[in-house]
């Protein structure tokens, strides 16, 4: 019979999944999804003499890597009246071979026989899990824990469940259960700083994630959760510390990168921003145009132009031919906010009124095009595109603070004071109620 149980965790199958402690790719993991066949009593399935035959039958065949053959062999002795371990050893041999729908339907059949199977709940719920079937598989794995499955990879994979459907508070549970059972474990230690991070105790997520790193400070993931704390607790510079470490490791994606170039950003540096941004292209997976846009966005708000027109160069360079839809209303956008910056309004007007006509909801466009009308003094266009600004939520507020302008350039002063009033109600602002009152006083004072 040990014969038979050894062959039965050879289970290699692949899947993608984000924990290394749950991926068939584990030889720690295989072993611990089978386990051995040690029968207990009312929790787990006996099996004849008769049914020991039939299994010691096929394992020549998994020696071989007849997987299907095997799985016929036993399909054909498998009965309603036969032991519920013929359909677990069944839906493994499914697993094994890749019929995920076939090993649902056998770990069910075996827990219809034998409701407290322990192992067939296990196996299933971990099967689950790997297809990202969530809400299915937390059932499976809190049955198996509650019949005495303390297995860390269990809990392990049961607070990850927990996690993907946002109880973050049931994931902290688990993960900390399962990292008392297997503290070395990465995949727990760092999930259980997430839950932190998610649950607003980011300091505590990072003490986790740091003293891991003072014994594997070569981790990647580790490095990249402990960027993740110092990033929620704004702490930008611990944050760049970090990703600067993942750097000198050779060890910083695209995505890190980009990171980092934001936190130098948050940090006044934006040379050095724009030098993250710029080596982010030359991964092999460079980021999407969307997210250089954006970086350039973020340089462009902080009055980077410089930095800016350096970036977009490169990204004309590696990205022209792939700019289109959104992206080139951005790319317009941004392109119309630096000449406006630059002083050269005309051509800011033209590039601004480009992406408008691209997008005609975009209202931040909408804002830009309307202050490069009013710099034109082109007040009746100005006013025009400012007044359909004013309707969407997201820039409404700046709408009426460049329209009180307006009115205020053109000594319409009543008409400012309500524009004033209108921005204020809105997004109150200290700045905002000093010009009100200053624009109040004029008003008052004309005849």
Known sequence: MYRILTILTLLVTPFAFALDSLSWSSPGFQARFLGSYGFDGPREPSVTSAEQQALQSIVPLMENGQIVEAARRLKDATTQDSSAAFDYTLGNLYLQAGDTNSAENAYRRALAKQPGFVRASRNLGLMLTQEGR??????????????????????????????????????????????????????????????????????????????????????????????????????????????????????????????????????????????????????????????????????????????????????????????????MSQLLRLQGRLKLMSGQVASAARLLTEASTRDPLNGQTLLLLGSAQLELDHFAEAQLILERATELDDVAADAWLELARLYVKQSQWSAAVEALRRAQSIRPEDRVARYLDSVQRVATSQP
């Open 134 to 327: 969530i809400i299915e598989a937390i059932p499976a794995l809190r049955e198996a824990i509650e019949r005495g499955d303390n297995a860390p990879t269990t809990l392990g994979a049961l607070a990850f469940c927990h996690y993907q459907d946002s109880d973050y508070s049931a994931a902290l549970t688990g993960y900390a259960q399962a990292v008392f059972l297997n503290p070395e474990n990465a995949d727990w230690q760092l999930g259980r700083a997430q839950c932190l991070i998610q649950l607003s105790r980011a300091a505590e997520a990072l003490s986790v994630a740091e003293r891991y790193l003072s014994r594997h400070p070569e981790h990647v993931e580790a490095r990249r959760v402990a960027v993740n704390a110092c990033v929620a607790m704004l702490d930008w510079e611990n944050a760049a510390a970090h990703l600067e470490l993942l750097r000198r490791q050779n060890k910083a994606d695209a995505q890190a990168l980009l990171q980092l170039g934001r936190a130098y950003l948050a940090l006044g540096l934006p040379h050095r921003a724009t030098q993250s941004f710029l080596e982010s292209m030359r991964h092999q997976q460079k980021p999407t145009i969307e997210q250089l846009l954006e970086a350039a966005e973020m340089l462009a708000q902080r009055s980077n132009v410089d930095e800016t027109e350096a970036l977009l160069a490169v990204v004309y360079q590696q990205y022209g031919d792939a700019i289109s839809g959104e992206a």
